[in-house]
Every structure is written in structure tokens, then in C-alpha cells.
């Protein structure tokens, strides 16, 4: 378990929201992972001075030769080639590739099941390897478009590995040097990857439910693995310090994904079960530190 508390400046009066998101289940090596959707998000992070995000984990297949899951026909053709020996560094360098102009508005770095076996089967902790390339590349990087760009023109990042859950702490500040943290209001989001999946939301809003009791403090759950993403609200009441009763908002949703069930010449895991067609994307959950409103945009 990680505690993570993030200060984000804001101003006292002015109505203004922030934005967070919860990027993972990217899978990227599969033939269904969908960079294009990827990039979006990103660019939507990189040019919204107020938008951050955490990694959500299963950033990559890391799925390798040798692994009896190992299926080159769901396998992303450019990973076709003489170098399959080393397929989980190519998806480590190419996750590292698109999320490395947005890496410092990370807030941390879960750990996702595909993570957790290629560590446990292999011993390639590719997390720790993805958040040193992350916080210490120093290598150019090549773009989509094939054009190499110095890593100096991108800020400076200092991620910090949340592993398996965490809370993190959105405290909200306003003023300057000694007085900057007057006034401080402040979210606690709950996330972790997960295990709970299956065919249809209710098992998955059940369990999203089910933490927002049991971490009764936090204001918000996310949750990724279940690659869908279905939203549920949690309202408490409770008498503050005045006598007076106040009402609660509380939110839990699942981070989508971006890894495609069906891809017509590359069946994946997903075909074989017979899972339902997943919705690509992910949520957008947003905070009022002047209102203390919060809100999910799916």
C-alpha cells in the first residue's frame, strides 16, 4: 500500500476544474491495442495545464516467446520480427515513447496482472524498468513519425511507483511562500489495478462499491482490469463540528482500456472467451476546489 499526496495550485475564487485520468490496460504488443486512442488522451493531458494522470497498469502485453500464453497471430505485426526474443523491452521502450511527453503530469505508476506474471514467471520487473526509463531516459525519442527529438525539450518528471494500490492526495493550494498551503482543500482517490472482471458491470460496480465502504475516508475509487467503464455514485451523511448535516459526494468508476476485443486477422485472448466488444477509451474525473464538486465525464 503507497500514500502519495500531490499540491496543485489553485486560485481561492475562481471557479475552475481539474482533470485526472487513469491511463492502463494499453496493451501495447497486441495487434488490438489502439495507439491512435492512446495519443488522444495523451494530447488531451499535454495541452490542459490542469489535467494529470496516473498509470494504471498493463501498460504491455509482456507477453514473450517462451510464455505458454505466447500466440504470434495476436501479436502486433511490427513485433513480427527478428528481435521477438526481446519483445517485452520493445513494448517497455514504445509505452515509454508515447507516454514520455506527459510524464511529468504523472502521479504515480501502478502495477497491472500482465506486470505482476512476467515478474513472477521471468523475473523482468518491466514496471521498475518503465519508471526508470520514464523519470531517467536520457536517450532521444522517436516519434510516431519517425522524427528524433531530444529528450531535453520535454520537463522534468519525478514519478513515484505505487505498485499494487494507493491512495493519492489532490491538495488543492492557493498563495504564495509561507501561506501557500492556507486554505488547502483536498481529494483522496483510491486506485489500484485490480482483479475483478467478467462479462457483464454488476459484478464490477459491486466491488467498486464494496471498496468505496470499506476506504469510507476517500472520495473517489478507480479501478482498472475490467476493461469497460461503468460508473457508480456512494453518498454518506454525517454532522460536522457545527451540529450541522452534510452531505457527502462520493464517485467509483473502472479506466476503460485501449485494447481492442476483436481485430479482424489477429484473434486475442479476449475473441477466445468471447468477451463483449470493449468501449476504447477512459473516463475523465474532474474536481471543483473552490466548489468541492466532483465529477466523472465518460
Not at 517497455?92 to 504523472?106: A, G, M, Q, W
Request: contains cysteine; charged residues 25%.
Amino acid at each position: 500500500m503507497e500514500f502519495n499526496q500531490i499540491s496543485i495550485p489553485c486560485k481561492r475564487q475562481v471557479d475552475e476544474w481539474f482533470s485526472l485520468f487513469g491511463i492502463g490496460d494499453i496493451h501495447e504488443g497486441s495487434a488490438g491495442s489502439d495507439t491512435e486512442a492512446v495519443k488522444k488522451v495523451i494530447n488531451e493531458v499535454l495541452n490542459d495545464d490542469n489535467a494529470y494522470w496516473i498509470g494504471m497498469g498493463d501498460y504491455g502485453e509482456f507477453i514473450n516467446f517462451s510464455d505458454p500464453r505466447f500466440d504470434i497471430r495476436s501479436l502486433a505485426k511490427k513485433y513480427r520480427n527478428g528481435s521477438i526474443d526481446n519483445i517485452c523491452q520493445e513494448q517497455i521502450d514504445s509505452v515509454c515513447e508515447l507516454l514520455f511527453p506527459i510524464r511529468h503530469k504523472c502521479l504515480g505508476l501502478l502495477r497491472g496482472n500482465h506486470e505482476e506474471t512476467i515478474k513472477r514467471r521471468y523475473h523482468h520487473d518491466v514496471l521498475y524498468d518503465m519508471w526508470k526509463c520514464l523519470n531517467e531516459i536520457k536517450t532521444p525519442i522517436r516519434q510516431a513519425d519517425n522524427v528524433v527529438v531530444s529528450p531535453d525539450n520535454y520537463k522534468k518528471a519525478k514519478i513515484r511507483l505505487l505498485y499494487d494500490m494507493a491512495v493519492v492526495r489532490l491538495s488543492f493550494t492557493h498563495g504564495e511562500g509561507k501561506k501557500y498551503n492556507k486554505g488547502c482543500r483536498s481529494f483522496d482517490v483510491l486506485v489500484t489495478h485490480g482483479n475483478t472482471s467478467g462479462r457483464t458491470d454488476g459484478a464490477k460496480v459491486n466491488r467498486i462499491q464494496n471498496l468505496l465502504r470499506e476506504w469510507n475516508t476517500v472520495d473517489v475509487v478507480m479501478v482498472a482490469h475490467g476493461h469497460s467503464m461503468p460508473v457508480t455514485s456512494f453518498t454518506t451523511q454525517s454532522f460536522n463540528r457545527a451540529h450541522t448535516l452534510e452531505t457527502r459526494k462520493r464517485r467509483g468508476f473502472m479506466t476503460g482500456s485501449f485494447l481492442k476485443t476483436y481485430t479482424v486477422g489477429s484473434p486475442c485472448y479476449g475473441e477466445k472467451a468471447g468477451y463483449a466488444g470493449a468501449e476504447i477509451g477512459t473516463p475523465r474525473l474532474q474536481f471543483n476546489p473552490k466548489t468541492l464538486d466532483m465529477r466523472v465525464i465518460v
